[in-house]
């Protein structure tokens, strides 16, 4: 799930929980479940920096995947649920992998007229150097969150992992707007597998516009995640 644009550290400890990747034929069907000390979404605590339960299942069949996620927020304003609905396409070019997918971001709860349902695209690509990772990220809602007419993050991401149950990984966000309110974002963090399907996260995030507010300040999360 990464979400969601491989987007959080959830994604690492998922994919570490995981363990190797082995080829089978046929639909295949996951489920991911966890708790955080923040939901941190691009730099930006979703839960006011208090802890999130979240939770998803996933569906691929060859290269295509499909998948569901919900998590709790809170937003000062009544909105208790956040609920993605995903759907793409992964193909590769040489070493490269490429994942193509749509989101629906969806909120329950929320104010009458809020406009927070929102549609998002991505294209991300990655490449393999040995036990390191290079990735970067394009995601664009024509329409996005709050009514704003439309809004972009780009992201460049690396990975380490000197062993199979242990990745060092970092990212840098460019998130923007059409108008105002435009930030940049970064986070670094470790994600440790402890067993076949429990990962841990620590990651510390950031953002350069801490004047936005507190959500926008530097903060460390937690999160541990099981995948089965």
Known sequence: MDRRQLRSAFAVAAILAAGPAVAQEGPEVSFNVGVA???????VSQTDEDPQVFGGVDATAGQFYVGAWASNVDYGDGTDLEYDLYAGYTPTIGA?????????????????????????????????????TLGAGVYHAPDSYGGVDHSTYVEINGAYSPRDNISFSAALGRQTFDGPGDYTTWNIGVGYRLTETLGLDLRYHDTDRHRFGETYGSRVAASLTATF
């Open 37 to 43: 000390t923040d939901y941190v979404f691009r730099g």
């Open 96 to 132: 490269v992998s490429l994942d193509f997918g749509v989101y629906f971001f969806g909120y329950v709860d929320a104010p009458t007229g809020a406009d927070y349902d929102y549609v998002e695209l991505q294209a991300t690509a990655s490449l393999p150097l040995g036990p390191a």
